[in-house]
């Protein structure tokens, strides 16, 4: 066997070098300081000076920016690039309009498709919600109010449902970060998904809607009253 056979018959030398996404890990950093508000609602994004702080170019945090944009948290000004979108009362409104019913329908179908051990699952999400609400960060006392509503458009069984409830979750994340420290008793404010979770658990459509309908329309009050118009 010649040499050049041997040559290409031997496994190369090194393994390929998975390069990182290097733009979604400064789009992820960049959406906790946001919704931790770390950068506030019409706080500027300094490009240059994300990306000293970063140890990138400026270049991963531009199109880190423009993801932002796409999922609502960031706005583009013409000569002044990026900044944090800031919040009306009336997008709050208009959010919510459909975010209900999406989770009304979502629960409803939920309560046909999921399995028993499923909807069970949901008073023990609502149990940990409770015991650790006063132990959590404010962060992540939000994410794991989303992760219970989430379950619920997950267990519906209908994708496209399942999708559009996820393509609206960072601004319901935004809106929840933005008022659930002006929540006075922690504890209380876990306790609202109960009627939803127990509801769930009987299979009783009408009383999850109505324990639904009833904990989003309050959020909803409570939210869009904290920003002007």
Same mark, same amino acid.
């Given at each position: ?7 290409? &018959? ?53 199109? &880190? ?27 709050? /409104? ?25 909807? &069970?699952? *949901? ?5 940990? *919600? +409770? ?36 393509? *609206?979750?960072?601004?319901?994340? *935004? ?21 939803? &979770? ?9 009383? +999850? ?19 002007? /118009?």
């Amino acid at each position: 066997m010649t040499s050049s056979r041997l040559e290409a &018959a031997a496994p190369p030398a090194f393994s390929s070098i998975q390069v990182p996404d290097l733009v979604g890990v400064v789009e992820a950093q960049l959406q906790e300081a946001i919704l931790s508000g770390r950068i506030a609602p019409g706080d500027r994004i300094v490009e240059a000076e994300l990306a000293r702080q970063m140890g990138v170019s400026r270049a991963p945090v531009r199109e &880190a920016a423009r993801r932002l944009e796409s999922l609502g948290l960031l706005v583009s000004r013409p000569r002044h690039g990026f900044a944090v979108r800031t919040v009306s009362s009336k997008q709050v /409104n208009d959010l919510y309009e459909v975010r209900i019913q999406l989770e009304l329908l979502g629960a409803a179908l939920a309560c046909q498709h999921a399995s028993d051990a499923e909807l &069970a699952q *949901m008073e023990a999400r609502v149990d940990d *919600m +409770v015991a650790r609400a006063e132990i959590l960060a404010s962060n992540e006392r939000v994410a794991l109010d989303l992760d219970f509503h989430f379950a619920i458009s997950a267990l519906s069984g209908n994708h496209y449902l399942h999708r559009l409830f996820d393509n *609206m979750q960072t601004e319901v994340r *935004m809106f929840l970060a933005l008022s659930e420290d002006s929540y006075g008793d922690l504890k209380a404010l876990a306790e609202t998904h109960r009627p939803i &979770a127990h509801a769930l658990a009987k299979r009783d459509v009408d009383a +999850v809607q109505h324990a639904l309908r009833f904990h989003l329309e309050d959020a909803k009050a409570h939210a869009s009253g904290l920003f002007k /118009n």
